[in-house]
């Protein structure tokens, strides 16, 4: 479960701004079978009621009951701002905190840009302080200019300890006045209650559980989704992906040496689904376990329009069978990212992914079909259409292949608020699936349903 209900308030500003978003945002799962290593989660309908707007606190004031937070002493008093809880999709064990900093003077401001944000949360009769650490805005020490009448947005993950949960409320101290934000997260457990209760008067913060933990260290890596054909026979593509991250960035050792917190295993498992056959068997499926490095932020202008990123690693590719149909390569690779643009509006994404392969049993001249490069682009914005392409051309120039996707979200469409979106494939060329690398199908138009998209 993830926070339903979001409500942020800005006190300290001339301008009345009233502030209250509701975001009502769950799932149920639903899995299906796949060959050795199968399940693809479905995301269904969630619901909630909206809340009351917090009451503002002007600066140096603190609301009866909620442990006092320390100002931030980088924020100019002409900067206002507002903050509200968004869901994470590391799991239900963390929020994203977003702070959102406007500038209603007639000049440009400066500001230096946090690694962490202090926080004090209550639920109920518990009052914990938290820490958010920087995830999204610029890198932490840097010093961003924000013009007359614009605004930036600072986000920040935030680990829940056990005992927050339900109707609780944030907030940060500025130098601009107090901001608040509500949200509605899922209720922890009596015992959890009881056990956090007795310990606030003398810890902070109790010890997160294991499973929080690692629900916070795993997270999407390449699109998940459910497509339907009907190109020469009834069929569907389907694939599952996620990364998971080996050290806690908040961790003793990731902070001593940073670029350990950037160490991933990944997963992507895609497969062909044959629905007009007798039992519906797989066609095929492509297993692709991976180690690599990822840092998705390694430089970013200071208006943030442009960013760069790097990814690179180890990757075996295989289909699992045996004889003359099986198929297996490994690979090193290395993917630098472009990401041009506001994230928060349209922008474009540039990833081109290099590989040199260590072995190709079964297949010695996959390169012939498939080349050295995965060239990728995706066009989008958050609330509204993203547009990818990933291109591939074969060592000798007559072979190769395209796949087109599109999503929309779902939410947008007023379908119960679900979570996901509407997802569009198209394919044509060689090697759909590695057992096919050589040979060349019908093209094929797919729609159905992504539980996740590009980043």
């Keep these: 479960m993830v926070p339903s209900m979001f409500v942020a308030s800005r006190p300290g500003s001339s301008r009345p701004v009233p502030h209250c978003s509701t975001f009502l945002h769950g799932h149920s799962a639903r899995t299906v079978c796949a060959s050795l290593l199968s399940c693809l989660v479905v995301i269904a309908v ?5 809340q009351p707007p917090v009451p503002a ?3 140096g004031t603190v609301p009866p009951g909620l442990v006092p937070v320390a ?9 206002a701002g507002t903050l509200s809880i968004e869901p994470s999709t590391g799991g239900h064990g963390e929020v994203i905190a977003v702070w959102t900093v406007l500038n209603e003077s007639d000049e440009p401001q400066t500001l230096q840009v946090p690694d962490s944000l202090a926080l004090a949360a209550r639920s109920g009769a518990l009052a914990r302080q938290l820490v958010g650490w920087s995830i999204a805005g610029g890198r932490a020490g840097d010093r961003v200019s924000i013009a007359p009448g614009q605004f930036r947005r600072f986000r920040y993950r935030v680990d829940l300890p056990p005992g927050v949960g339900g109707a609780t409320v944030f907030r940060i101290a500025t130098a601009a006045g107090e901001l608040a934000a509500f949200a509605d997260l899922p209720a922890p457990a009596a015992g959890v209650i009881a056990a956090s209760s007795a310990e606030a008067g003398s810890t902070p913060l109790a010890r997160e559980p294991r499973l929080d933990r690692l629900s916070s260290a795993i997270s999407a890596n390449e699109p998940v989704y459910l497509a339907f054909g009907n190109r020469y026979r009834r069929n569907a593509r389907f694939q599952i992906s996620f990364k998971y ?4 960035e908040n961790g003793g050792l990731a902070r001593d040496l940073p670029g350990l917190q950037h160490l991933y295993f990944g997963y992507t498992q895609s497969s062909l689904w044959d629905l007009e056959a007798d039992s519906a068997p797989f066609r095929d499926s492509s297993y692709r376990p991976s180690l690599f490095y990822r840092n998705d932020l390694i430089w970013t202008s200071a208006a943030r329009d442009l960013r760069l990123g790097l990814q690179g690693g180890l990757e075996h590719e295989s289909n699992g069978r045996e004889g003359l149909s099986s198929r297996s ?15 928060e509006a349209w922008h474009l994404t540039l990833g081109p992914k290099v590989y040199a392969y260590v072995d190709r049993t079964g297949n010695p001249d996959i390169a012939r079909y498939r080349g050295h490069a995965d060239l990728f682009a995706s066009v989008g914005h958050p609330e509204k259409w993203q547009f990818a392409a990933t291109v591939r051309r074969g060592t000798d120039g007559a072979f190769g292949s ?15 608020n679900l979570d996901g979106y509407f997802y569009f494939q198209y394919f044509n060329g060689y090697g759909e699936s590695i057992l096919d690398y050589n040979r060349r199908l019908p093209a094929q138009f797919r729609a159905g349903f992504s539980i996740t998209r590009w980043p």
């Design 71 to 79: 100002p931030l002493a980088t924020l100019a008093p002409v900067l």
């Design 402 to 416: 395209s796949l087109l996707e599109a999503t929309y979200p779902l939410r947008q469409v007023s379908l119960g």
């Design 245 to 248: 991250r080996f050290f806690n």
């Design 57 to 59: 606190y002007g600066a």
């Design 329 to 343: 390569i490994n690979t090193v690779f290395v993917r630098p990212t472009v990401k041009i643009g506001d994230p």
């Design 46 to 50: 969630p619901c909630a009621l909206a």
